[in-house]
């Protein structure tokens, strides 16, 4: 191994959301919320950022940026980045853009905030599937606009879609778009191509927009392979595909993403109406990421992998009754807790009071996900072996 993911690092004095910004997201409380555990106490495995070091590939990529000394209005000119990204999309899931097609964003959620309103009219709905990453909510709120779920299928900890839900709902003339995490969070499905194509086919034949948030591509279980939503639809120019190298790099504070808008006037809207300047600190680290990326990225996986398989093994000695399988994709656990707590509704809560593990509980996911916690896997073995102890312990 080439590099350290046993390494502990401190994140005190870095304004990380992760360690100082707990109360105000999983709370909505302010910093006197108190708990019977101080802030560095706590096994910390809720937000989806990771406690690995950044590839020092990319940190010396923004060391030489920051050796350039002039921080001006930067954009991205360089035809380079895109041919750099396109490779990687090539390598990596066989599958390319045109160069025209890619715009970039500050993040996958700020883009969503606004695709929404450059997509929907006032009185149109936006169909998702649940659980969900709460920020798809977010997004159609935001909008003032109707939010339609469609329950996932879950059969002992495996999610389907239920297609026959998803033709009803998208067959409504006023759902206009369908907001679609592949590969899924917090599920961790990695959908097939046969699952994508008839998800697609359905959205399609009802004229849905489709934004195919695809930002947890790269973080796939050794074996699994990623299918952009769009390689199978080459015909369409109504689906949208966000990658980025935040999650797979735990880069997310550099705030920089990739957004491909097929559509001519739909790019139009977006080119006239974002505010597209980025850092120059930014594209250098994710210009860096797809063109040095490929072996930290290989021994993550693996590190990863190990953190499952560790993690399966602990529940089923420790908590046999929790419903868990290792997911094909992300560095999160959902594991269903219910015949041990069966009827605590906030679970982040009652684990930050009773085992000092900050986690997601259920209630975080939108709807259909009642009973589940979701827990961040991306550390160190060490911290991991830590908060499995504190949560198996407390509910034995
Ligand atoms: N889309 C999905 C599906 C995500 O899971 C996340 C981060 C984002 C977008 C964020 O994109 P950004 O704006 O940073 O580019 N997911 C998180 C989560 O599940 N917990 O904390 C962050």
Known sequence: MRYNFDEIIDRKGTNAMNTDGFREYIFQASDDMVFPYADDEFIRMWVADM???????IIQAVKDRLDKRIFGYTKVFDPDYY????AWAERH???TFEKEHLVTSPGIIPALYELVE???????????VTPSYAFFKHAVDYNHLELVNSDLINQQGYYTMDFDDLAAKAKDEKVSLCIFCNPHNPSGRVWTPEELKKFGEICLKNNLWIISDE???????????HTPLAKLFPQTDRIITCMAPSKTFNMAGLMFSNIIIPNKELRAVWKARHYSFENPLSIAAAQAAYRHGDDWLKELKNYLDGNFAFTKQYLE???????????EATYLAWVNITAYLP????????FANNAGVLLEGGNMFVANSDGYIRLNLACPRSVLEEGLKRICNMLR
């Open 118 to 128: 450059y997509i929907c009219k006032p009185d149109e709905k936006v169909l998702i």
């Open 317 to 327: 000695s420790h908590l046999p009754k929790a419903v868990f399988r290792i997911p």
């Open 93 to 95: 899931y066989c599958w």
């Open 83 to 86: 041919r750099t990204f396109a």
């Open 215 to 225: 930002i947890h591509c790269d973080l796939l279980r050794n074996g699994k392979v």
């Open 51 to 57: 406690e690995f070091a950044t590839p020092p590939e």
């Open 343 to 350: 009827s605590e509704e906030n679970l982040s809560l009652y």
